[in-house]
């Protein structure tokens, strides 16, 4: 495991596919836009299952890799989201923020995939089975979930880790993830990662 304070290093070749990460989504956020407040209360709710896949991926020493809008603000990086968006809704953001070891990566787009390095990094790391949580669901998650679908990769959208502004667009959302990109969208209190990656490996999925 990654002790705390360390910088994560990706290998300079990619390695063999089979290991697992945790995305984060659009968790550094002002929630300051139009129909913020009814995403506030949403988000809330998923702190607590985010924090604890965090737990048990640092337990099976697979990486944690936060991909985050930049907001349309194209000089700034970490340490200025971070700093503008606990300005706004630091009750949410305080428990869930990057650690030293976790890996950051800023998207200008809806996908995480999209103009960034995440397609480079996860086969350094030997990436091909990945858990998506964050916000929202049926924008951010569902584009990356797509995105990762055409790319081969094995996915858990935990439904109680993701989060709309609206319940029922999150379920609508979730749904289409289980249905046409072959997401596992099992609740955290019913699936844990190892669990997971045990089915995956009986399926025999990379």
Known sequence: MTVSGDRPKAPSRDSEPGGAALL???????LDF????????????IVGPIL????QMDE??????????NFGEWHSEKSKL?????????????????????????????????????PLLLPKLGVSRLIVTGIATDICVLFTAADAHMRDYALWVPEDAVAAELKRRSRAALDIMAAHLGAEVAPTDKLRPAAWLKQLDRQGVR
């Open 24 to 30: 984060i989504l659009d968790m550094i956020n002002c």
């Open 34 to 45: 139009e129909g913020a407040e009814k995403l506030r209360r949403q988000t809330r709710r």
């Open 82 to 118: 971070i700093e503008r968006a606990l300005a706004q809704a630091a009750d949410i953001l305080v428990p869930v923020l990057p650690r030293e070891q976790d890996y950051f990566i800023n998207k200008p787009q809806f996908s995480g995939f999209y103009a960034t390095n995440l």
């Open 52 to 55: 604890q896949l965090r737990a």
């Open 60 to 69: 099976l020493d697979a990486p944690t890799i936060y991909v985050n809008d």
